[in-house]
């Protein structure tokens, strides 16, 4: 084999590796998101699974002891999750009355087609797997004057998380489950605000609210985005409606850009196959 046709055979070797790892690095978001929608399905079902093994009366004991925690409760102990760099790592003890399996609930917001577990603390561990409850908030186990925070990432390449929470809308309702019930809050403000203005997230006198939150803009991260419900009545068959998640509506782009990928890979193949069957027919 001659120098020059070593050379060729070599940089028609890099071109397919080079395409093989394009096409892996483009694919690679859809499948871990895929992936990650697997795991998080599966950790709600194994919450509401293990709650229901729950009795009545350990179940009202837990929740009872959640809400002397709420009551115990200062502006002071409340601070921003993704600044703060002396997070305890691992489970928070002030939420362990909460737990299953390290999940203290899961969060659904319909309008976005995420359903994600709440694990207790906003360490970079927990919001690195899910949804974290923010600490010095009240636990979300609803109640006069209480005002829980859930927090998570956006922008993560493995998961979509609050990635979408911006499209989130006044009106549109989400849902908080606990290990007793499920509470419904509709959306009444969206807020932008400096990462160390803490006032919007204090507990207001006599109301039941909840606070989704994230950082903004998207992937400068310099705010927070706040957005805020009051607890309305929680109806199953709305929330079972509303509540079943849009796999197709959620990822189709990446469903489209993966078969394009499948379909370019086939067309690479086949006219490869046929290339060189052609230079075989004629060589006969």
């Known amino acids: 084999m001659t120098r020059k046709k070593k050379n060729q055979k070599w940089l028609r070797l890099t071109y397919k590796i080079l395409t093989i790892l394009g096409c892996l690095m483009i694919c690679y978001p859809f499948v871990s998101q895929i992936y990650y929608q697997y795991v998080t399905m599966q950790e709600t079902k194994q919450f509401d699974n293990e709650k229901s093994k729950l009795v009545d009366q350990d179940v009202e004991n837990r929740i009872e002891l959640a809400k002397a925690y709420n009551s115990t409760l200062s502006p002071e102990k409340i601070g921003d999750p993704f600044s703060s760099r002396k997070k305890e790592e691992g489970v928070a003890e002030y939420a362990r009355m909460l737990q299953l399996q390290e999940k203290i609930g899961y969060v659904t917001i319909p309008s976005i087609n995420q359903k994600i577990p709440i694990r207790a603390g906003s360490s970079e561990n927990v919001l690195q797997n899910g949804a974290g409850h923010l600490e010095g908030t009240s636990l979300p186990v609803?109640?006069?004057?209480?005002?829980?925070?859930?927090?998570?990432?956006?922008?993560?390449?493995?998961?979509?998380?609050?990635?979408?929470?911006?499209?989130?809308?006044?009106?549109?309702?989400?849902?908080?489950?606990?290990?007793?019930?499920?509470?419904?809050?509709?959306?009444?403000?969206?807020?932008?605000?400096?990462?160390?203005?803490?006032?919007?997230?204090?507990?207001?006198?006599?109301?039941?609210?909840?606070?989704?939150?994230?950082?903004?803009?998207?992937?400068?991260?310099?705010?927070?985005?706040?957005?805020?419900?009051?607890?309305?009545?929680?109806?199953?068959?709305?929330?079972?409606?509303?509540?079943?998640?849009?796999?197709?509506?959620?990822?189709?782009?990446?469903?489209?850009?993966?078969?394009?990928?499948?379909?370019?890979?086939?067309?690479?193949?086949?006219?490869?196959?046929?290339?060189?069957?052609?230079?075989?027919?004629?060589?006969?």
């Not at 006044?170 to 849902?175: I, S």
């Not at 605000?193 to 909840?210: C, H, M, Y």
């Not at 989704?212 to 199953?236: A, D, W």
Request: net charge positive.
């Open 142 to 284: 609803g109640g006069v004057s209480t005002h829980t925070v859930i927090t998570a990432h956006r922008g993560l390449p493995t998961a979509r998380l609050f990635t979408d929470l911006d499209k989130v809308k006044v009106g549109d309702v989400f849902y908080i489950t606990n290990i007793k019930e499920t509470l419904a809050y509709q959306v009444d403000k969206i807020l932008t605000v400096e990462p160390t203005d803490f006032k919007p997230i204090l507990v207001k006198e006599g109301e039941d609210r909840a606070t989704l939150l994230t950082c903004t803009p998207y992937m400068i991260n310099s705010h927070r985005l706040l957005v805020q419900g009051k607890r309305i009545p929680f109806h199953e068959a709305e929330k079972e409606k509303k509540t079943k998640i849009d796999f197709f509506a959620q990822y189709k782009w990446f469903i489209f850009l993966a078969a394009g990928l499948i379909l370019l890979l086939l067309g690479y193949l086949l006219f490869k196959m046929l290339r060189k069957k052609g230079k075989e027919t004629s060589l006969s």
